[in-house]
């Protein structure tokens, strides 16, 4: 049988394998495509999102980002809370006004509260599509003159977030 200690110790092992380093975690994890190929890995060696999720609640870190539970495990960095994340990103790249000061507001409520699984393409799809029922329409609100520039503007709120 494996011990919580022994676990803890496989899932620091699996993370260093896949990272090296702190900062090539932390690169890794301000990138969509690259978290989601890192989650995907980590899932193969047995650590999917669910486990991924009972590791953070073992630890008591609910109120932190699963990065920083990675972190603290895997390279003894100690970790701070989404809302210091998302109060960090709001005052370093927050839009000045608008619409898009909105969105990025309502982004970081949904990242503080429910963490990483909301910072996902599919998740800013259905978010644009909650608040303004057609692609085009968020589009216009925002001004953004198409996918590849929106999904730049939320690309850079994640790099934000996650910034070291």
């Given at each position: ?57 073992n630890v008591g870190r609910q109120d932190c980002d699963i ?39 309502v982004i970081m409520e949904n990242y503080v509260r429910d963490g990483v699984w909301t910072l996902t ?44």
């Amino acid at each position: 049988m494996l011990t919580a200690a022994d676990f803890l110790t496989r899932f620091a092992a699996a993370v260093r394998k896949a990272t090296r380093t702190p900062e090539l975690l932390r690169e890794c994890w301000a990138d969509m495509g690259k978290r989601k190929d890192f989650i995907e890995a980590m899932e193969v060696v047995g650590f999917n999102p669910d486990k991924l999720r009972e590791i953070q609640r073992n630890v008591g870190r609910q109120d932190c980002d699963i990065l920083d539970v990675m972190l603290d495990i895997a390279y003894d960095i100690a970790p701070v809370t989404r809302q210091f994340r998302a109060e960090r990103a709001e005052r370093r790249g927050a839009p000045s006004a608008g619409e898009r000061k909105s969105l990025f507001k309502v982004i970081m409520e949904n990242y503080v509260r429910d963490g990483v699984w909301t910072l996902t393409a599919e998740s800013f799809r259905d978010l644009l599509m909650q608040r303004y029922t057609t692609l085009g329409g968020a589009y216009g609100q925002l001004g953004f003159r198409s996918t590849d520039e929106a999904m730049a503007f939320y690309g850079n709120i994640q790099r934000e977030i996650y910034a070291a």
